[in-house]
């Protein structure tokens, strides 16, 4: 009889064929960390599997990797001995604690310079897996480091974890120890994925790893973005004698190891190892919170022994922690160049990732109100790498008090005008454009910077005392300065005062790209000021733009468009460019592309590699008048399509689009009358 084409000699040979190619895919995706085929080859695989094995089910057994996941929930789990107990490691935080740990070790040996392996301290769930005649028979957390629970149903749908050895050699009995952790980018997309379905996101990678061993459903442990590394093993036969190389034996034998594991010589070797790691620690795609020096040789670990819970012969050399606990004193409100309020946190000094912090960001409201964080809480504040500091959570528990709740203000703390927030956004923004102070200081020293009016000597500090002092309100009144005001100035001598009225006088002849640029537009860039000034020549024409006509201007799409008409619809601002006027500040028309325009009203996309730099290009298409956009849709036009073209001129295809070869093109300009 034959079940799905196939015998049940060829099904058990076929079933042996498939679970080998996703064995070896495994070892290759979590060991190797290079994996071979897409995942889709994988997925067919693993079907293709399930189905042999559903027609014959007698050739299923618990090491196939379709057995990850058993269907029934648990009532509990049952405990486990660990024998030798799973020990904890002293920890050091500076380098004279290492320097001690080091002496320690040296005279326990009795020699100078110790070979240490050096491991990352991954900051993940300790675990221990017993493999019996090479297949993973249970799988147990660390507990009290005497006795843990048996995890084994949720451990098995890890697939960074082998079901069986591979290669030979292994004893019968091997128990390897090694920590569970959440990979950072796992993390985040569970984390978003729970956020879009209303459901509560992990607290950190550590926390997710912990939590989801703990699940009495395996079914939910699947789910997880779980990985695994091993770092131990309390068996020694037919084993090295030394930590390195027992690492690199696991390795052979499937599995995974940390790739930045060391081995390194005396105190200095631990100490740069420590520094290289700190270093790369925020690149790594999983957290850590130090290093672990294990003295490599085991006969000098058992000669150093242990003392109560920790191993003489291993320490672990920590980071600063990239989360502390302290108190949220207030939540300001800091208004940026736009207008943008963003909350911002006043802290009780707190010491966290190698710096003091005292403020730290809130990101925004909606943040704020989904952490429910309030002034008066306990907090956790989070500093990792260069990150801005931030504010992870609030400890709801230590809340004593009733505390208000955070709400943003109605009306902007620097100058009082409304503050709105559009639909769809998460920042909420002051209204009073170049009125509030806040938005003057940010607006007058972009006004004043190298890509804009190039005001040499008007520094940010300068702006400050100019705007405090009531001196400048709007970029118009710096024109109006005098030598007597500016040298009446804290650190403003005669000559400087003179210096910075010479640069103002200079800079009275802007291009109209220029000024457009320096008056700030929300979102209008060097790049699109001057496709602006070049569109339409004049500020007035400018001004008396609507939407519509603005987006029929290379780089300017609705967004920018409704930004451009915002910021002229607001009579202050017009007030500000007739007082630059009236002040003597004298833009330079730029000249208005004219000329046959025969590629008017058309959208142009350019895409895959083409022989000149895509600017040439681009000034071609725009100067017989087409717009030129990076994104195809239904309403572009032409493609102009280089080698090696990849999804836009597929999308292209899909969408019916005309595509043009650079030939094709190089030809039609030779006839630009002619429909291309
Ligand atoms: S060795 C006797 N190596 O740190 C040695 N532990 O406080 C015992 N950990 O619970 C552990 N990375 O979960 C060792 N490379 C590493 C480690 C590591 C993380 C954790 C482990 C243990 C804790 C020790």
């Known amino acids: 009889m034959t079940r799905a084409g196939l015998t049940h000699a060829g099904a058990q040979q076929r079933a042996a064929e498939l679970r080998r190619l996703i064995e070896q895919h495994n070892y290759r995706y979590y060991v190797l960390d290079d994996p071979e085929v897409p995942d889709a080859e994988y ?13 014959y089910p007698d050739l299923i057994s618990p090491a196939s990797p379709t057995q990850r996941v058993s269907g029934t929930p648990l009532d509990g789990f049952a405990e486990v001995r660990h024998r030798p107990p799973m020990l904890s490691l002293g920890n050091a935080f500076s380098t004279a604690e290492v320097a001690d740990f080091y002496r320690r070790v040296a005279q326990g040996l009795e020699r100078e310079t110790i070979t240490f392996a050096a491991e990352p301290k991954l900051d993940g769930v300790a675990i221990s897996l017993t493999y019996l005649d090479g297949r993973l028979t249970t799988a147990a957390t660390r507990g009290d480091g005497e006795r843990g629970e048996d995890v084994s149903a949720n451990v098995r749908t890890i697939r960074a974890v082998p079901l069986k050895l591979r290669g030979t050699g292994w004893p019968g009995l091997l128990e390897v120890r090694g920590e569970i952790y959440m ?19 992990l607290v950190n990678p550590r926390n997710g790893a912990a939590g989801s061993l703990r699940q009495l459903d395996p079914q939910i442990t699947a789910q997880r973005p779980l990985a695994f590394f091993a770092y131990n093993t309390p068996t020694r036969e037919q084993l090295p004698d030394n930590q390195f190389d027992t690492l690199a034996r696991l390795r052979d034998w499937g599995l995974p190891v940390n790739p930045e594991v060391r081995r390194v010589e005396g105190l ?4 740069d190892y420590h520094a290289g790691m700190a270093a790369r620690r925020a690149g790594l795609g999983y957290d850590i919170d130090g290093v672990v020096y294990k003295v490599d040789r085991f006969v000098e670990q058992d000669i150093l022994g242990f003392i109560s819970r920790a191993p003489r012969w291993a320490l672990a050399h920590k980071f600063p922690a990239e989360e502390e606990i302290t108190r949220l004193l207030a939540i300001d409100i800091q208004v940026g160049r736009t207008g943008a309020l963003t909350p911002v946190a006043r802290l009780e000094p707190v010491f966290v990732g190698g710096v003091t912090v005292t403020n730290a960001t809130l990101h925004n409201e909606d943040e704020i109100h989904r952490k429910d964080v309030r002034a008066g809480d306990w907090v956790v504040v989070r500093r990792a790498g260069d990150v801005i500091p931030e504010v992870a959570r609030a400890i709801h528990a230590r809340r004593t008090l009733e505390l208000p709740q955070f709400s943003m203000p109605r009306q902007c703390p620097e100058c009082g005008s409304a503050v709105e927030r559009i639909t769809g956004e998460a920042v909420s923004r002051c209204t009073g454009g170049l009125f509030c102070p806040a938005q003057r200081k940010h607006s007058i020293r972009h006004f004043a910077t190298r890509k804009a009016m190039d005001i040499e000597g008007l520094g940010d500090k300068l702006v400050d005392q100019l705007v405090e002092a009531g001196l400048v309100r709007t970029v118009a009144d710096l024109y109006h300065l005098t030598q007597a005001q500016l040298a009446a100035l804290e650190r403003m001598g005669g000559k400087s005062a003179e210096n910075l009225l010479q640069a103002l006088e200079e800079s009275k002849k802007p291009p109209l790209d220029r000024l457009l640029y320096a008056l700030g537009i929300r979102e209008v860039g060097e790049v699109t000021a001057h496709s602006l000034a070049a569109h339409f020549g004049t500020m007035d024409a400018l001004q008396q733009a609507d939407e519509e006509t ?47 325009q025969p590629l008017a009203g058309q959208t142009w996309v350019l895409t895959g590699s083409l022989s000149m730099p895509r600017i040439q290009f681009k000034n071609q298409l725009e100067a017989l008048g087409a717009k030129v956009s990076s994104s195809v849709s239904g309403k572009t036009s032409v493609v102009l399509a280089g080698e090696a073209a990849g999804s836009k001129l597929a999308k292209a295809r899909k969408l019916g689009v005309r595509v043009m070869t650079e030939a094709d093109f190089l030809n039609y300009l030779q006839s630009p009358g002619v429909d291309p």
């Open 550 to 596: 603005l987006t029929k201007v290379s780089d300017v799409g609705p967004v920018v468009a409704s930004h451009v008409v915002a910021f002229f619809a607001q009579h202050h601002n017009r007030d500000v460019i007739q007082a630059l006027q009236d002040a003597g500040v004298d833009w330079q028309v730029v000249e208005k592309t004219t000329g046959e």
């Open 43 to 55: 997925d067919r695989l693993m079907r293709e599997l399930v189905a042999v094995e559903a027609s």
């Open 268 to 271: 200095q070797g631990c100490l």
């Open 183 to 201: 990979p950072r980018a796992g993390f985040a997309a569970f984390n978003r994925k729970a956020l879009e379905r209303g459901e509560k996101p």
